[in-house]
Nanobody, 124 residues
């Protein structure tokens, strides 16, 4: 069983930055692919970024590539999402998730464990 707790959301102006954190129980970061997803009001949950087990590889959605950076701290068992140059369309609830599969995946169905989400609002 893996427990994930997100933090770091808030209200920020367009062009600003936020860093989200996902604290994982156990050895989640070294054993699972860790992903960030987001869900805007009235829309489906969508993939944002992932980092492979122990941090050896990352992948981003086209909409955030070059603006967001995913990273992990294996000692703290925490995954981060640094979000720069934020846009109003980045407004959503952001979720951290863990996938035990060997091949990194971007679909929500692949992830077995989810956090409760942290809300990000970007004002124009």
């Amino acid at each position: 069983q893996v427990q994930l707790v997100e933090s770091g959301g808030g209200l920020v102006q367009a062009g600003g930055s936020l860093r989200l954190s996902c604290a994982a129980s156990g050895r989640a970061f070294s054993s699972y692919t860790m992903g960030w997803f987001r869900q805007a009001s009235g829309k489906e949950r969508e993939f944002v970024a992932l980092i492979r087990q122990s941090g050896d590889g990352t992948y981003y959605a086209d909409s955030v590539r070059g603006r967001f950076t995913i990273s992990g701290d294996i000692v703290r068992n925490t995954v981060y999402l640094q979000m720069n140059s934020l846009k109003p369309e980045d407004t959503a609830v952001y979720y951290c998730a863990a996938d035990a599969g060997l091949v990194p995946r971007t679909t929500t169905s692949a992830y077995s464990y989810w956090g409760q989400g942290t809300e990000v609002t970007v004002s124009s």
